[in-house]
Every structure is written in C-alpha cells, then in structure tokens.
T-cell receptor, first 115, second 114 residues
Framework: SQKIEQNSEALNIQEGKTATLTCNYT??????LQWYRQDPGRGPVFLLL?????KEKRKERLKVTFDTTLKQSLFHITASQPADSATYLC??????????????FGKGTHLIIQP | EAGVTQSPTHLIKTRGQQATLRCSPI?????VYWYQQALGLGLQFLLW???????NRGNFPPRFSGRQFPNYSSELNVNALELEDSALYLC?????????????FGPGTRLTVL
C-alpha cells in the first residue's frame, strides 16, 4: 500500500544548527512534492514545491532535495531559530488521467529549536 | 487579500446528529479541498471540488459529503456523526488544480462529537 513516512518523534536541534527532516515514500510515483509548516491549532502553510525532475530547491534558509531513486525528500533549515519550531509536513502529488489526485500528506515531524 | 475563512471555529454535536462546516476560498481560487486532521492520524484528504463539481474524494464513507457553490465557497456535511469524527477539519483553496499549485489553508473547524 502507499505510504509516506516522516520522523514520528520530535526532532530537537540547537539554535544556529541545520535541521534536517526526512520524508520517505513507498508505492508512489509523485510528480511533485511539497513541504508545509503547521503551528498548533492552525492550518498548514506552504513552504516549498519541488518537481520530480528537480534535484534541489532553495528559498532563503530552506532547502529541499528530491531523490526519486531513493524515494526520499530531505528538508533542511539552516541557521535554525526558535521561531522555526513547528510541525513540518511533506505532501505528495500524483498525476493520473487528466489531472492531479490531490495532496497526500505525511503525519509530519515536530521540530523543536532549543535556544 | 483575505485568506481562506472557515466557520464555525468550534462545533459541538452529539452522536447521530449532522454537522455542516463552511469554507470561503481566496478570491480567484476555484479549487477547494477538505481534510480531516484527527489526533495522531495526520491530514487525511476528504474531498476536492473544482468549478462546482466534485473531482475526487478520499477513503471516507458516503455520510461525508459536500458541495461547492457558484461563488466557489464550499460546504462539508457530515451525517450520522460518530465519536471518531471528532477532529480538526481543514479547508484549503488553490488556483485551478493543475497539480502543482500550492494550497492555502484556513484555520479549521474543531468538531467535537459527544
């Protein structure tokens, strides 16, 4: 069956270090992969999108990689700050027929940046 | 520019009742998505509407239904409520779904079934 896996346990990182979050998937052929940030009690907020033919995407302190051979995406936050503490969700988009099937989300990784 | 809005913020119902949740997308967005986020289960895709039509639905029973109005706002109806329907229901909108458009989420409706 299709599965998206993200680190289920909280990730604790010291302020200023690089945080790296992992998203692995099985039985999936995503055309696009997106990363979202979710704060408690609020809806997710879009961060980055990467296409299957792209290896890497950057936006300010954020970097995403996409390895379709390993079926894995890595999400990096450099120079991390306490304000980066949140749950980060990866979401896959598959295409079939004439359009997209919609987003399928992982359960998310809770990131805690310690001052 | 106003974001995605949802109402009500909180909704308390008893088992067997019906719940109606509402969503207004960002102006110009024609696609609306509904998700259920129950504790420990992550975001589960419920329904996707585009241009007034249901385009896809997730693995949920038929008692979860909805519609999209001509102004692109949307309504989610949950009939015969069960205790396990208690969750945060999130609505998102995007430009016409071409697969890669980012989705903009509303703040959610917290549904509690007693």
């Amino acid at each position: 069956s299709q599965k998206i896996e993200q680190n289920s346990e909280a990730l604790n990182i010291q302020e200023g270090k690089t945080a790296t979050l992992t998203c692995n998937y099985t039985n999936y052929s995503p055309a696009y992969l997106q990363w979202y940030r979710q704060d408690p009690g609020r809806g997710p907020v879009f961060l980055l999108l990467i296409r299957e033919n792209e290896k890497e995407k950057r936006k300010e302190r954020l970097k995403v990689t996409f390895d379709t051979t390993l079926k894995q995406s890595l999400f990096h936050i450099t120079a991390s700050q306490p304000a980066d503490s949140a749950t980060y969700l990866c979401a896959l988009v598959s295409l079939s027929g004439g359009g997209a099937d919609g987003l399928t989300f992982g359960k998310g990784t809770h990131l805690i940046i310690q001052p | 520019e106003a974001g995605v809005t949802q109402s009500p913020t909180h909704l308390i119902k008893t088992r067997g009742q019906q719940a109606t949740l509402r969503c207004s997308p960002i102006s110009g967005h024609t696609s609306v998505y509904w998700y259920q986020q129950a504790l420990g289960l992550g975001l589960q895709f419920l329904l996707w509407y585009d241009e007034g039509e249901e385009r896809n639905r997730g693995n949920f029973p038929p008692r979860f239904s909805g519609r999209q109005f001509p102004n692109y706002s949307s309504e989610l109806n949950v009939n015969a409520l069960e205790l396990e329907d208690s969750a945060l229901y999130l609505c998102a909108s995007s430009l016409a779904n071409v697969g890669y458009n980012e989705q903009f989420f509303g703040p959610g409706t917290r549904l509690t079934v007693l």
